[in-house]
């Protein structure tokens, strides 16, 4: 649950709270897309969930999803440049 609402805030689809995140360090919403960090993010999320299913451990996919993370990737493809979304797909 805790690394989708991260995703979700990295592409600014939630946001962010000023005073526990410093905004001028960090890259978010189109910035963060651009620098490639939507795909890095999503990719290692979708490979841990997939390799816990190879051994039949099915709870990090239910939180994926109850935690929105298919709207989260729809977001992410929907809203990625063309550089980008060919990677997401």
Same mark, same amino acid.
Do not use: P, R
């Given at each position: 649950v805790h690394m989708t609402d991260d995703i979700k805030e990295l592409c600014?689809? %939630?946001s962010i709270d000023a005073?526990?995140?410093s905004t001028t %360090?960090?890259?978010y919403g189109p910035l963060?897309?651009?620098a490639g960090?939507?795909?890095v993010a999503l990719k290692t999320l979708i490979t841990l969930i997939t390799k816990s299913t190879n051994y039949e451990y099915y709870e990090l996919i239910k939180?994926?999803?109850g935690a929105g993370?298919?709207?989260v990737l729809s977001y992410?493809?929907?809203n990625s440049s063309q550089d980008y979304v060919a990677k997401l797909l």
């Open positions: 600014g689809m %939630t005073s526990s995140s %360090t960090c890259l963060a897309e651009k960090l939507w795909v939180d994926f999803d993370g298919y709207h992410a493809i929907a």
